[in-house]
T-cell receptor, first 115, second 115 residues
Framework: DTEVTQTPKHLVMGMTNKKSLKCEQH?????MYWYKQKAKKPPELMFV???????INESVPSRFSPECPNSSLLNLHLHALQPEDSALYLC??????????????FGSGTQLSVL | AQSVTQLDSHVSVSEGTPVLLRCNYS??????LFWYVQHPNKGLQLLLK??????LVKGINGFEAEFKKSETSFHLTKPSAHMSDAAEYFC?????????????FGKGTKLSVIP
């Protein structure tokens, strides 16, 4: 299994809602990532988990709350989002953090619309 | 510090003709370089990577790239374009050592293939 699975594929939410994005991989990777991608832009790194511990938070607002319950799962909890948070949210994994030649495996993303 | 410049935001080719997508990089370290492809509303897929072995790197779907240190370039080529190659392409540079999680993405090149 060489896939990173993200659910849901599409999500529409209001600014007062609470929702969660889910990411799952069964490749034994110990590094997992959340990226945000606006239309026609490259992905921007949000969070990095290494061995289930948060190692990087790229100054992301607290309305985004990541969680890594085990080595295969990564969640992104959303609360009180703004319309400008509408974007494609990509999850990725890699064998480990800190390897020069590491390769990222990306999921297909969750297309989020905030109304 | 590292940076990536993709020299063309949009490239249009006819089916069956060669493809050239240009990328220049800047890095304080010996870089790892990648090309990723993203089809509409999909995640990113690795095409190929350079990690200081052979300077000519062969990837999937007939793509290849040549690392030229003297020109700080890593251009992506394919001898004959196929309709399925139409997508967004990102050139990516990775740091080394403890900073290698830090991938720097170029702004992307949209490849259009004309029948």
């Amino acid at each position: 299994d060489t896939e990173v699975t993200q659910t849901p594929k599409h999500l529409v939410m209001g600014m007062t809602n609470k929702k969660s994005l889910k990411c799952e991989q069964h490749m034994g990777h110990r590094a997992m990532y959340w990226y945000k991608q606006k239309a026609k832009k490259p992905p921007e790194l949000m969070f990095v988990y290494s061995y289930e511990k948060l190692s990087i938070n790229e100054s992301v607002p607290s309305r985004f709350s990541p969680e890594c319950p085990n080595s295969s799962l990564l969640n992104l909890h959303l609360h009180a989002l703004q319309p400008e948070d509408s974007a494609l949210y990509l999850c990725a994994s890699s064998p480990q953090r800190g390897t020069v030649s590491e390769k990222l495996f990306f999921g297909s993303g969750t297309q989020l619309s905030v109304l | 510090a590292q940076s990536v410049t993709q020299l063309d935001s949009h490239v249009s080719v006819s089916e069956g003709t060669p493809v050239l997508l240009r990328c220049n990089y800047s890095s304080s370290y010996s870089p790892s370089l990648f090309w990723y492809v993203q089809h509409p509303n999909k995640g990113l897929q690795l095409l190929l990577k350079y990690t200081s072995a052979a300077t000519l790197v062969k990837g999937i779907n007939g793509f290849e790239a040549e690392f030229k240190k003297s020109e700080t370039s890593f251009h992506l080529t394919k001898p004959s374009a196929h309709m399925s190659d139409a997508a967004e392409y990102f050139c990516v540079v990775s740091g080394s050592g403890a900073g290698s999680y830090q991938l720097t993405f170029g702004k992307g090149t949209k490849l259009s293939v004309i029948p």
